[in-house]
């Protein structure tokens, strides 16, 4: 694959010295991080893996961080943060994602800063540079590298080549920030993300795949992959009994099924 030798070229240019990489865990960062730790091992340079433990992120990606690092070399680091530390997030404005990743890499700089080294990696592809990803903005503000999104990777490519790593998170769904799933402009409530993280964790483990929950005032708006509807009505009773265990009172199923971004709809018009 030649993408697959470009990345590995950049990569090996980036890591002729020390380099930090953002890992959250999820299959883009795992990817990134696992091949920079193979081009570091011949430079003889040093990668440092930044996860950042936050009150938006689900508290899974942590876990599921460390799975992956017995794959790496990489030296290991949780940086904590508090989006809502920065008052401009609390009412989950239009430009969320671009205040929530300043902060973080801000923080993941500051680390770099402390170590003495001079690039921070991140796990942005191709697919990502045509959505509405306002945190890109801050990632090319601050200088952040993106190989994989610089070598036109794109999320297919990006499975393919975590499966034939053998990363065990090859295809594990992604998992955004959890204020995706409130409208913008609603003040962010960290139980209500909580009862979210919860909901969503609980319906994967009844064998679903990407899980969504959205919340429209008092209505919550499930979406699961269109190809797993019928499995949704056939679990109906057990589904409603355990959203509603968590405090939801109108559950709803959206028939168009799961895609990302759902809530910038009105944004995209």
Known sequence: MEKKKQLLELLSTYCAEDVCVAFSGGVDSS?????ACEAAKKTGSRVYALTMDTVLHPKADLE????????TGAVHHVLTLNELAVPEIRFNPVNR???????????MLDFA?????????EGSNEDDLHVYRPGLLAVRELGVKSPL?????????????????????????????LATRLPY?????????????????????????NVRIRIHDEILRLEIDPEQLPKVLEHRTEIIAKLKKLGFS????????????????????
């Open 31 to 35: 990817l990134l991080l696992v091949m």
């Open 64 to 71: 599921i961080a460390r799975k992956v690092l017995a794959h």
């Open 97 to 107: 994602c671009y205040l929530c990743k300043k902060a973080l890499y801000s923080r």
């Open 113 to 121: 800063k402390e170590k003495g080294v001079k690039v921070l990696l």
């Open 149 to 177: 999104a610089e070598c036109r990777i794109t999320k297919k490519e990006v499975r393919m080549l975590a499966e034939e790593y053998r990363i065990p998170v090859a295809f594990r769904p992604s998992s955004p920030c």
């Open 185 to 209: 402009g609603m003040e962010i409530d960290l139980k209500l993300l909580e009862r979210i993280d919860c909901g969503e964790s609980a319906i994967r483990e009844m064998g679903f795949g």
């Open 250 to 269: 109108y559950i709803t199923l959206d028939l168009e099924g799961f895609r990302s971004g759902s809530m910038d709809l009105k944004l995209k018009k």
